[in-house]
């Protein structure tokens, strides 16, 4: 318990320095529908192509997270979200830090369309360990389980 919360100002803290430094923070979108998460299949770079992630992108100058994670779902996806909480911690990646957000389909929107990626499939706890994630989005697995587990 005492380590945990030390642990939890550490990554407060880490999330807070990274932040103050500028590092590009790069959004994804745990989109939740009838207990099962949107996975998207990416076509670029090479080395991510082929893989499955969870949508969303780079935030822009001016923008909140929320925003840039409603702005990529309507690029990426052509349909509208409503953010809820976040999920897990900072993740490294090259580009600089990602961060996942939870989500679900605004009233009324439409299903997701893949605008920008070769494949969409929705998947549920059980399926979410077997699912070929792109490297980033394998250290959120077990959140994403427990998110949609009931
Ligand atoms: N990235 C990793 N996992 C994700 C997302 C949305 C993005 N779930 C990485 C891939 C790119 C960078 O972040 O290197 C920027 O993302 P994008 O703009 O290419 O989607
Ligand atoms: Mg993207």
Do not use: N, Y
Request: charged share 25%; proline share 6%.
């Amino acid at each position: 318990p005492f380590r945990r919360l030390l642990a939890t100002r550490a990554t407060v803290l880490a999330e807070a320095a990274r932040a103050l430094a500028g590092a590009q923070v790069v959004v994804a979108t745990a989109l939740v529908r009838d207990a099962a998460v949107l996975a998207a299949r990416r076509t670029r770079p090479p080395e991510l192509a082929g893989l499955w992630e969870l949508p969303g992108g780079r935030v822009e100058a001016g923008e909140s997270e929320a925003d840039a994670v409603v702005r990529e779902c309507r690029e990426e996806l052509g349909t509208d979200v409503v953010v809820d909480a976040r999920l897990g911690t900072d993740l490294r990646i090259d580009a600089g830090v990602l961060r996942v957000h939870a989500a679900h389909l605004a009233d009324g929107a439409p299903g997701p369309r893949a605008l920008e990626h070769s494949g969409l499939r929705w998947v549920t706890a059980a399926e979410v360990p077997g699912v070929d994630w792109v490297p980033a989005d394998r250290a959120v697995v077990a959140d994403l389980v427990d998110l949609l587990r009931p």
